[in-house]
């Protein structure tokens, strides 16, 4: 970062300098992981930034805060604002926004496990991504490993929301499969079926079709998912939602993982094993190519994902 760089956040309805952006130490969502957020791009298109389906994401975050019965005091159109605000108002090298919402602190000064009594606050901050996976395997394709540790259960916490406690789990993932030279990492879940990555949905294809672990496998229902399912679908494969394992993906003709800072990225090796031709597939380059397209507002089908920074 660049020492002259001026950089803001959005806090609980003002905009305040990034540097300034300060939690108490007694908030209850930093003891206990209590808070929901999201991760959304922004893209540079012909008609200026884009920040893709910032709606959707929105909506997801207001949904991911009933979980924790959590009440954020702002609605979708106001969050979806403060979003395009603080794009505005920010460098222009920067791709990434997190929304996040925690509980804070109680009037009596306490720390206890519920919630209840606690403030809810909301911030919107920018970061820059790149290629989360590497911009070289975009192509050539990344290495991902089978971790030790397991995706948790539908019945250990709600997998539909983004809580950022949950996401321990995926630190771990994390943690370990660059530990042994990974650029990322595959759980799975306790049915000795595939899940996803720590912060990814993943995609086989098999004899031309695209095949992905429903819900009950364990997965979020990514926002990036949908869209490339979209796509694939548009684009005229079938696409097939079952249960998937670890050894099927060894042997399929591509392997791709999908989501926000993923965006589409081709896997080319698991657990040492080659994936297909070792490289991105056509399938992959296909989607991938589309889905560029698409969040760069090349594309006049999808230009509804695109909510422009600028409005005219």
Known sequence: MDSKEKQYVWMDGKMVDKEHATVPIMTHGLHYGTGVFEGIRIYQTPKGKAVFRLRD????????????????PFSVDEMCEAVREVVRVNPPRMDYIRPIAFYGQNKEDKI????????TNVAV???HMGAYLGKENMEKGAKVITVSWQKPTNACTSLQAKITGNYVNSVLCKIESNMHGADEGLMLNSNGTVAEGPGENIFMVKKGKLITPPISSCVLEGI??????TIAQDLGYQLIEREITRAEIWNADEFFMTGTAA?????????????????RGPITKHIQ????????GNDPQYDAWLDYVERK
């Open 57 to 72: 994401h929105m909506v997801r975050f207001e949904q991911s805060a009933k979980a924790l019965n959590m009440k954020i």
């Open 112 to 119: 206890v496990l519920n919630p209840a009594s606690f403030s």
């Open 125 to 127: 901050a920018l970061a």
């Open 224 to 229: 990036t998912k949908d869209s490339v399912q």
């Open 263 to 279: 965006e589409v990225t081709p896997i080319a090796f698991l657990d040492g094993r080659t994936i297909g031709s070792g490289k």
């Open 289 to 296: 190519e589309t889905f560029f397209e698409a969040a760069r």
